[in-house]
């Protein structure tokens, strides 16, 4: 009910606020670097450059922060894959004491 008079009356949860003013704010920045780019005193040719030097950049930048989340992903499943064959010789050992015990009192 809370929500039907929220929609209404145009109110919205903090949540989907925060959110909104978070994309605004992204929003208003690229805007603003671009408008910056576009409108600098300076050549279009040095503009391009400078467009073309900072996607670089930011190529480098995910192609560095790709690997780094490829080898952090690669460390954690290595773990994940020691912890799951200790726990399995565990089940092991443990079910054949019980299959040992089961078999002394049969």
Same mark, same amino acid.
């Given at each position: ?8 009356? /145009? !109110?919205? %949860?903090?949540? $989907? *606020?925060?959110?909104? &003013? ?35 950049? /930011? !190529?480098? %930048?995910?192609? $560095? *922060?790709?690997?780094? &989340? ?37």
């Amino acid at each position: 009910m809370g929500d039907l008079f929220g929609n209404l009356f /145009g !109110y919205q %949860k903090k949540s $989907e *606020a925060r959110a909104n &003013v978070i994309i605004g704010t992204l929003t208003g920045l690229l805007l603003g670097a671009a408008a910056g780019l576009l409108l600098a005193p300076q050549s279009g040719k040095e503009t391009r450059e400078d467009i073309v030097r900072l996607a670089e950049k /930011g !190529y480098e %930048k995910a192609v $560095e *922060a790709s690997q780094t &989340v490829a080898d952090f992903v690669k460390d954690k499943s290595q773990e994940v894959s020691e912890k799951f064959i200790k726990r399995k010789a565990k089940t092991d050992e443990d079910i054949a004491d019980v299959t040992d015990e089961v078999t002394e009192e049969a």
